[in-house]
């Protein structure tokens, strides 16, 4: 009796953690599910165009303006962005396709834009824009840069930490440089370093947060234990 009573607010505890992670779990899938910038105008992505061909080439899935590729877990993240012809005058945020290898925004005559959008688009490749705008972080943050026509033309991003001429670029002691999109990087810390420029030693608290975690689990089923075993008595 003694134990089963024990059990069963553990079980409580365990619970109501396990809805609150099933909870945020269920919004980001429904977030992948259907990226808003994938209908950001109308149509949909073309066999015969870059990203149309891109995506047959790569398995993925077309919906609207993106190509879908599969990865672990059941997610989707957007591997390619065809926005070429829909009349964009700006864009701010496109980081929900972040993940993409191609990106054509060509075919927007008046589209302006900066090349901040583009931070933290570390799998990008191939980059399509309008002639009159430059190439993110410019040419030398690209293999190769060509105009045809109308349409700029970035290829293949080069790794902002290998690039000669940036040495100012250090990142601070006990930290790596890592390329962190076109003309981008950042400093993560390196092994056994955390905390404000990486100035802590030591391994990331994860022992204390999870402490932490299991503490309030177990206050939670003493309450239970306590209130239930009240019941019990005044029965
Ligand atoms: C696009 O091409 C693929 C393979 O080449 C084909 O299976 C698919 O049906 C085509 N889609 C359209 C809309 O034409
Ligand atoms: C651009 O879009 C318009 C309608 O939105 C369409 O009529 C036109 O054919 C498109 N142009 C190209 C090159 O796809
Ligand atoms: C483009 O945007 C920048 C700043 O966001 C602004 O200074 C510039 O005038 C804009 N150019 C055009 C053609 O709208
Ligand atoms: C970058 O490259 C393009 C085409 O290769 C060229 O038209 C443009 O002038 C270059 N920009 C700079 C700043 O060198």
Not at 88 to 117: C, H, R
Request: hydrophobic share 35%; aromatic share 6%; charged share 15%.
């Amino acid at each position: 009796m003694t134990a089963g009573s024990c059990r069963t607010p553990t079980a409580v505890g365990m619970l109501v953690i396990s809805f609150c992670f099933d909870a945020s779990f269920q919004q980001t899938a429904f977030q992948w599910l259907s990226p808003q910038v994938c209908g950001l105008c109308e149509g949909a992505v073309h066999n015969g165009t870059a990203v149309g061909d891109f995506c047959a080439a790569s398995a993925g899935r077309v919906e609207g303006r993106c190509c879908l590729g599969k990865r672990a877990l059941d997610t989707n993240p957007i591997t390619g962005l065809d926005l070429s012809n829909c009349s964009l005058k700006q864009v701010q945020d496109l980081n929900e396709a972040a993940t993409a290898t191609i990106i054509d925004l060509s075919a927007n005559p008046a589209l302006n834009m900066s090349g901040s959008v583009f931070q933290g688009f570390t799998q990008l490749q191939h980059l399509m824009l309008p002639a009159r705008l430059a190439c993110p972080g410019g040419n030398a943050s690209w293999e190769k840069t060509e105009t045809r026509g109308d349409v700029r033309l970035c290829e293949g991003q080069r790794n902002a930490c290998d690039q000669v001429g940036h040495m100012s670029w250090d990142c601070p002691e006990n930290s790596l440089c890592a390329p962190f999109g076109p003309g981008f990087f950042q400093c993560p810390c390196a092994d056994g370093h955390h905390g404000y420029k990486c100035l802590r030693e030591g391994q990331f608290p994860l022992a204390e947060v999870l402490g932490i975690l299991a503490g309030g689990t177990v206050v939670v089923s003493i309450l239970l234990w306590v209130t239930q075993r009240r019941k019990t008595k005044s029965t």
